[in-house]
């Protein structure tokens, strides 16, 4: 990793074309100050020498004081501290995850922001002016998405809690919401190359599980088939392995036969789509939603769910519920993509830019997870080009319910546990 660290990725830590050229100088001069101390120095080493410069007192490289010294006199506001102590802490971050006797170092790199001395000059104001930059910082959406990831590398990093204790700390189970929860534009690339083997590694692991758990569901319902024993004593019967979900057996069997007609033969959802979309050439956009409809609806049995869920169709969603002008128009790209976002919004409670949080929590209350989670399967399979939006939406609905507990979020685990296994196929 050392010549990654020394590439020009790495100088100028800061790209805001507002901040003053001598600030980005002295940050970078500070940051590959220690851009050199990680390659030669323990973790333990280097924590120690950024809690002296966290502490502004007793650095032992006059150098780098008066850069902080100039930094502070500078105009500098809170964003470039916070762009600043962000790199830090994700080249940090990014070194030692190469060493797994390091875990404990990224959650003590991220407590020396919570737990300033107290010992600072108030009176002085270049102190005080860097201790608010550190308050700030702690408070800030970067700081927040690097403890999000020293919770997805270790949970038990930041809670003596024997079990996960809020929905946040699942977050490592959820490889969909990486990108939009832990990430931003302007990351090291050494920081993202480490979120994507995370990812992948964990994408890879949970593919493989549940593929041939559809594929032993598939072999059961053929044998019941040929045996004339019904679906629902097989039901009773365990999973020939540990699955990979928070659902309980029965659960997950369920959702693993429910979305058995997303797949067809061992292919999976994507290889399904021209074949899907032929069967919409030459309809109006009137027999389209009265197929749109149906197809959403029809694993749905029980009738006074189907009936709900129909009206709620047809009251959240305009284009359904009053086109007329559209009614005798050939369907075409743009509305088969404009009618499944549309659904799609209904669903999340996103409309008109604002997001009603409680929308998807009711459904899945009403619904049932799995089922919710296969209405959005449907769409995804219908029109591929959801897909980031949908985890963009989850990921948003994730971080507003992140720090409540376990138990007031069962229905919304339930369902992304569904959705798990359907984002697992299909990426």
Same mark, same amino acid.
């Given at each position: 990793?050392?010549?990654?660290?020394?590439?020009?990725?790495?100088?100028?830590?800061?790209?805001?074309?507002y901040?003053?050229?001598?600030?980005?100088?002295?940050?970078?001069?500070?940051?590959?100050?220690?851009? +050199?101390?990680?390659?030669?120095?323990?973790?333990?080493?280097?924590?120690?020498?950024?809690?002296l410069?966290?502490?502004?007192?007793n650095?032992?490289?006059?150098?780098?004081?008066?850069?902080?010294?100039?930094?502070?006199?500078?105009?500098?506001?809170?964003?470039?501290?916070?762009?600043?102590?962000?790199?830090?802490?994700?080249?940090?971050?990014?070194?030692?995850?190469?060493?797994?006797?390091?875990?404990?170092?990224m959650?003590?790199?991220?407590?020396?922001?919570?737990?300033?001395?107290s010992?600072?000059?108030?009176s002085?104001?270049f102190?005080?002016?860097?201790?608010?930059?550190?308050?700030?910082?702690?408070?800030?959406?970067?700081?927040?998405?690097?403890?999000?990831?020293?919770?997805?590398?270790?949970p038990?990093?930041?809670?003596?809690?024997?079990?996960?204790?809020?929905?946040?700390?699942?977050?490592?189970?959820?490889?969909?919401l990486?990108?939009?929860?832990?990430?931003?534009?302007?990351?090291?690339?050494?920081?993202?190359?480490?979120?994507?083997?995370?990812?992948k590694?964990?994408?890879?692991?949970?593919?493989?599980?549940?593929?041939?758990?559809?594929?032993?569901?598939?072999?059961r319902?053929?044998i019941?088939?040929?045996?004339?024993?019904?679906?629902?004593?097989?039901?009773?019967?365990?999973?020939?392995?540990?699955?990979?979900?928070?659902?309980?057996?029965?659960?997950?069997t369920?959702?693993?036969?429910? *979305?058995?007609?997303?797949?067809?033969?061992?292919?999976?959802?994507?290889?399904?789509?021209?074949?899907?979309?032929?069967?919409?050439?030459?309809?109006?956009?009137?027999?389209?939603?009265?197929?749109?409809?149906?197809?959403?609806?029809?694993?749905?049995?029980?009738?006074?769910?189907r009936?709900?869920?129909?009206?709620?169709?047809?009251?959240?969603?305009?284009?359904?519920?009053?086109?007329?002008?559209?009614?005798?128009?050939?369907?075409?790209?743009?509305?088969?993509?404009?009618?499944?976002?549309?659904?799609?919004?209904?669903?999340?409670?996103y409309q008109?830019?604002?997001?009603n949080?409680?929308?998807?929590?009711?459904?899945?209350?009403?619904l049932?997870a799995?089922?919710?989670?296969?209405?959005?399967?449907?769409?995804?399979?219908?029109?591929?080009r959801?897909?980031? +939006?949908?985890?963009?939406?989850?990921?948003?609905? *994730?971080?507003?319910?992140?720090?409540?507990?376990?138990?007031?979020?069962?229905?919304?685990?339930?369902?992304?546990?569904?959705?798990?296994?359907?984002?697992s196929?299909?990426?």
């Amino acid at each position: 990793m050392n010549s990654v660290l020394m590439n020009q990725e790495h100088h100028q830590v800061l790209n805001n074309k507002y901040t003053h050229p001598q600030t980005i100088q002295e940050f970078d001069s500070i940051y590959e100050h220690f851009v +050199y101390y990680i390659q030669m120095e323990s973790s333990f080493e280097v924590l120690s020498r950024f809690r002296l410069l966290i502490e502004a007192e007793n650095y032992p490289d006059p150098k780098i004081l008066e850069s902080l010294t100039q930094t502070l006199r500078s105009q500098s506001n809170s964003l470039d501290f916070n762009s600043f102590f962000n790199r830090c802490c994700q080249l940090f971050i990014s070194y030692w995850s190469q060493t797994p006797d390091n875990e404990s170092a990224m959650f003590e790199l991220l407590s020396l922001f919570k737990n300033l001395p107290s010992s600072h000059n108030k009176s002085d104001q270049f102190s005080q002016k860097w201790q608010q930059s550190i308050t700030d910082f702690a408070k800030s959406a970067q700081y927040l998405k690097l403890q999000r990831l020293v919770r997805l590398i270790n949970p038990r990093l930041v809670s003596d809690a024997p079990k996960p204790q809020y929905l946040g700390d699942l977050i490592g189970r959820y490889p969909f919401l990486y990108k939009n929860c832990l990430l931003d534009k302007d990351d090291l690339r050494e920081y993202r190359h480490l979120l994507s083997r995370i990812r992948k590694e964990k994408q890879h692991i949970l593919k493989q599980g549940f593929r041939r758990g559809i594929i032993f569901q598939k072999q059961r319902l053929e044998i019941a088939r040929l045996r004339q024993v019904s679906p629902e004593t097989l039901l009773s019967l365990r999973q020939p392995a540990k699955h990979l979900t928070l659902l309980n057996d029965k659960e997950y069997t369920i959702a693993l036969r429910q *979305f058995i007609p997303l797949t067809q033969g061992n292919l999976f959802l994507g290889y399904q789509i021209n074949q899907l979309r032929n069967n919409l050439d030459g309809l109006s956009f009137k027999e389209f939603k009265n197929w749109f409809i149906n197809y959403l609806l029809q694993d749905i049995n029980e009738l006074s769910k189907r009936e709900q869920f129909k009206q709620f169709l047809n009251n959240k969603i305009p284009l359904i519920a009053s086109s007329s002008d559209y009614d005798s128009k050939q369907i075409d790209e743009f509305l088969i993509q404009r009618t499944s976002h549309q659904v799609l919004n209904g669903l999340i409670g996103y409309q008109g830019q604002n997001f009603n949080y409680q929308t998807l929590v009711d459904l899945i209350t009403d619904l049932g997870a799995t089922q919710i989670a296969s209405v959005i399967g449907k769409l995804l399979l219908l029109n591929p080009r959801l897909r980031n +939006y949908v985890t963009s939406q989850l990921s948003e609905l *994730f971080c507003f319910h992140e720090s409540k507990s376990i138990s007031n979020c069962v229905g919304l685990i339930q369902f992304l546990e569904n959705y798990l296994i359907i984002w697992s196929i299909i990426a």
